[in-house]
């Protein structure tokens, strides 16, 4: 697409008409003018249509961004002469886009290195020009055509409208067995009329009197300060950390209460959404409605309610993923991010931003607090409360007298599984005992967590050595045995299971090596034959409503041992849920990852944090072939403060995250000699000086994805040095070919 928005000009700018700068929803690098028709008095955050190269596109009037540190701001695109302006087509009648959230757009473009319209895309992703329409429903005409037909068929169509209460098609075609063919021709006869239906609201009002829950004091405690955070009416970040099963979710949803006592709106970021039914049954208990819920797979017509009931101050709760920091918000006092450590809230593709970082920007930009939640809160967050930038509140112990529980590490070495297996006769013994007690104590449930989908990791030809790679990637294929497919988690590649080697054709050849969850749940089977199993992995939980009802099944004691992958260590209350066995508490540690300590810590932390939530104990057993490891230590000890201390120890020195700052580069095109010259020509053209530093250029460890070869650069600064001019110079003076991208992803989660 061309950048000269002034191309296709016909009229100039009449006297007395003035320009409006309007950004577009596409990679330019700002805002183009157009002339200001008399008729239209257009102010900023006005969604308009304009001409774009003979076509009709959907903006929003752009305004300067004011408060943007200077090395933030994006550099303007061209200016147009007066007499080449074209002018604005119409005024959309849509809500204008807020202050806070023109803002927050320029900010985060600024920030990411992404162009401003690239950022307007999410926020406007939702064809928000397009009203939504209204439901209709069908009634008998008055006037009885007396040409019509009236077919047995359409009688009894008639016959389910005697009542005059209107109905829809579908509920026409259900009422009178009819298909939707036989309702359209009535009406095209004259026999049906069609008539608005006023729905009912889209959006309940919470009622923070609802349903108060009694605290305990250490719980109200904290709540009042979170009310206090709220009804100060300004910015500031606090971490809200607790052990798992303190009453975290309890207390915040104190703080959405005490914003909708203030009549402001509270969003609300959960990691994974479709994996929140206990949290939204929690929010129905408390305030008797369901919240607004965003996310990328609502369908389209919900997606313009909700966002015009945003934008409109009707919802006034959302709880969302992270895109949901792109709604417009009119009057936003309240964000709280759920689970703040999660990697998921980093944003992989498009713009690559950070959710929990920028919801921070978010609430700033709102004038509203911000809480981040979790038990096993980020380095990062960490870093932000010891400087004293982030409030810190603490809830110590879990509630209802419920103990932490105990974390014991089984040494595969000492107790290795029998041949072929994976699970320890340790470990075996103690769900056995847990599932059937042997003194007539009640039965209890068990978890086996592994985090790695499918049936092996990987295949392997016993003739010849050889392992199944994918042709698009640098990745071994992972065999998905109840799908008979070998499957790429990387690039989505899937292929049927081979019956002889690819490599040196030998027959039978092929043999599973390792562990993924469908291999746990056949030795499960074997060994456990009477015990009720439930797995709870992506691939086999798809989408919310299975999602919902494998955890109903779970807390009503319909099943006794539970195998799973991460979902499982998302916020999930199991009473009955006693014992966490890891099948392999190493698994994260491999890699070059610089969160790799951490994260393992963080996610089996939460896994182990399932177990024990009421009245019986937990206990979480870890098959390690390293039980001396910090991270084992760590668990055992159940001392995360500590060993996050030793994290922050060994970043420090080297200005690792949270003490310097990092950006990717990633290089990548279609044949390795492309991928190394543009590396290369980045390596020679790298910055240097006090307290910059590029590493790189090297491989990707997903050295080819999707057919496309990968190099990655680093660069490294000291904290009080910004990343985004460096990068801007670095790149401007740059030239690549087209099949060559440059991505640049700032504060890398991902290092693959
Ligand atoms: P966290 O988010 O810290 O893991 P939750 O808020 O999920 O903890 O609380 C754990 C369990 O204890 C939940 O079932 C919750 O309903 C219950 N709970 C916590 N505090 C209270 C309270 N004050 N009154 C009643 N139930 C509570
Ligand atoms: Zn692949």
Known sequence: MSLDASAAATKPVRNGASRVPVLLPYPFQGAFDYAQPEALALEPGDVVMVPLNRRAEVGVVWDAPVGLPGDLATPPPPSVADAKLKPVAALLDVPRMPESLRRFVDWVAGYTLSPPGLVLAMALRTNASQPVPPTTGWVRSGSNSATARVTPARARVLQALTDGAPRNTAELGRAAEVGTGVVRAMAEAGLLVEVAIAGPAAFGTPDPDHQDPVLSPDQNTTAQRLRGLVQGRRFQAALLDGVTGSGKTEVYLEAVAACLAEGRQALVLLPEIALSAQWMQRFVRRFGVEPAVWHSDLGSKRRRITWRAVAGGEAQVVVGARSALFLPFPDLGLVIVDEEHETAFKQEDGVTYHARDMAVVRARLSSAPVLLVSATPSLETLANVESGRYQHLTLAVRHGGATMPGVAAIDLRDHPPERGRFLS??????????????????????????????????????????????????????????????????????????THCPACNAENSLT????????????????????????????????????????????????????????????????????????????????????????????????????????????????????????????????FASFMQKEAAQRRPGWWPPYGRLAALIVSADTADAADAAAQTLGRSAPSGEGVQVLGPAPAPLAILRGRHRRRLLLRTRREIAVQPILRRWLDGLQFPRSVQVDVDIDPVSFL
């Open 512 to 639: 599973p090596i390792g562990p993924g969850v469908e291999r746990i749940t056949e030795e499960a089977r074997l060994t456990f034959p009477d015990a009720r199993l439930l797995v709870m992995a992506s691939d086999t939980l798809p989408g919310p409503n299975a999602a919902a009802e494998a955890v109903r099944k779970i807390a009503d004691r319909e099943v006794d041992l539970i195998i799973g992958t991460q979902i499982v260590a998302k916020g999930w209350h199991f009473p009955g849920l006693t014992l966490v066995g890891v099948v392999d508490a190493d698994l994260g540690l491999a890699g070059g990852d610089l969160r790799a300590a951490e994260r393992t810590v963080q996610l089996l932390h939460q896994v182990g944090g399932r177990a024990g939530r009421a009245e019986a104990p937990g206990r979480v057993l870890l098959q390690t072939y390293n039980p001396t490891h910090p991270v084992m230590q760590a668990l055992i000890a159940n001392d």
């Open 425 to 498: 006769p340790v470990l075996i013994e103690a769900a056995r005992a847990a599932m059937q007690p042997p003194d007539g104590r009640p039965a209890e449930q068990v978890m086996l967590f592994l985090n790695r989908r499918g049936y092996a990791p990987l295949t392997l030809c016993r003739t010849c050595g050889h392992r199944i790679q994918c042709p698009n990637c640098t990745a071994w294929l992972v065999e998905h045995r109840a799908r008979r497919q070998l499957a790429c988690h990387h690039c989505g590649h899937t292929e049927a299971v081979p």
